[in-house]
């Protein structure tokens, strides 16, 4: 049994509590927020973010970061992506040396285009690191439905230790030592979710989204290699898997806010309805950053930026990307 500290009381941090608590381990979840901390303590439920969903009475929840990290064996980081840094400073003497930080949230932070990971370096740098990412909805992993995510570590030991913690018979954890690429493809497919939910929410079928998904891969791919993650992790569970499920299922806020925008909403009134943080609209500017940094071409990432931050049209923009140059779908298949 291990002692486990999460940071964030969101639906994935919930969730996972939960899936660690069925594991035997000591689970303590913190938020930031009183009122959420004692409505948890009293419902055994988040009705908001994750109904349906009972919370054993062995889980704690306090407001109080020295009662989640402080003894703890792991902490994991749950908190949406634009406070990660301000979370992580805020532990930063609470932590110990050789203390396992697991990073469980997707995106990139805009103003210095550093992954989370990294961010918990810089302020952590005592701790050792992982990363744990996948096709995973909290909605599904808190009720225990089959679902299967990779950790990733620079130490095998520590991506091994971590791949025990979490996993069972419900809840499937490879492990992987390309951090980087299974950052930025949990980041990156956000931005293409928004994008198959526009075109969703626009009308367009199910041709459209195979296209998005498809070409969406692509740009993540050359992205992600060109900044030294591995193809073989964006063809995997964290690039390929979790794209395919944020862009299909209603589960995922990014599609839910992209429908919205679709339909004629602004951006910041779907982030209201969504009532959620929608991740790819933080990461869409940091992700287009990053493309002309390592001059990457990526038409999909850079017409989203249009539609959310410059007021373009979300139809006009499916008929840019279709009436781009003409090109191979492949330039690496030699014709002979």
Request: a negative charge.
């Amino acid at each position: 049994m291990a002692k486990v500290g999460i940071l964030g009381a969101g639906s994935w941090g919930v969730a996972l509590s939960v899936a660690l608590n069925r594991n035997g381990h000591e689970v303590t979840v913190w938020s930031v927020l009183e009122d959420e901390v004692k409505m948890l303590q009293n419902n055994r439920e988040h009705k908001e973010k994750l109904p349906g969903v009972r919370i054993p009475d062995e889980i704690k929840f306090t407001s109080n970061l020295k009662e989640a990290v402080p003894g703890t064996d792991v902490v994991v980081m749950a908190v949406p992506s634009p406070y990660v840094r301000s979370t992580a400073h805020l532990i930063a003497d609470l932590v110990k040396k050789d203390q396992i930080i697991v990073n469980v949230a997707k995106g990139i932070e805009e103003d210095t285009l550093d992954t989370l990971t990294q961010i918990i370096h810089e302020e952590v740098p005592q701790a050792l690191l992982a990363v744990l990412s996948g096709p995973s909805h909290a909605e599904e992993v808190g009720r225990n439905i089959p679902t299967t995510c990779v950790v990733g570590s620079k130490d095998r030991k520590v991506a091994e230790y971590v791949q025990n913690l979490f996993m069972n018979e419900t809840f499937r954890i490879y492990t992987s030592p390309d951090v980087l690429g299974i950052e930025l493809g949990g980041a990156l497919k956000n931005v293409v979710a928004l994008a198959a939910g526009i075109a969703d929410g626009l009308g367009y079928g199910d041709n459209t989204k195979a296209a998005l998904i498809t070409r969406g891969i692509k740009e993540i791919a050359r992205l992600g290699m060109a900044m030294g993650g591995k193809l073989e992790t964006f063809s995997g569970l964290t690039g390929i898997g979790d794209l395919i499920v944020t862009c299909a299922s209603m589960h995922s806020r990014n599609r839910r806010a992209g429908i919205l925008i679709g339909q004629g909403k602004t951006p910041e009134e779907a982030m209201k309805e969504v009532n959620m943080v929608v991740e790819g609209v933080y990461s869409a500017k940091a992700a287009y950053a990053l493309a002309k940094k390592y001059q990457v071409d990526v038409p999909i990432i850079a017409e989203v930026n249009e539609v959310l931050f410059h007021g373009k049209n979300a139809a006009e923009t499916v008929s840019d990307l279709m009436l781009r140059d003409k090109k191979s779908e492949n330039s690496a298949i030699p014709w002979e």
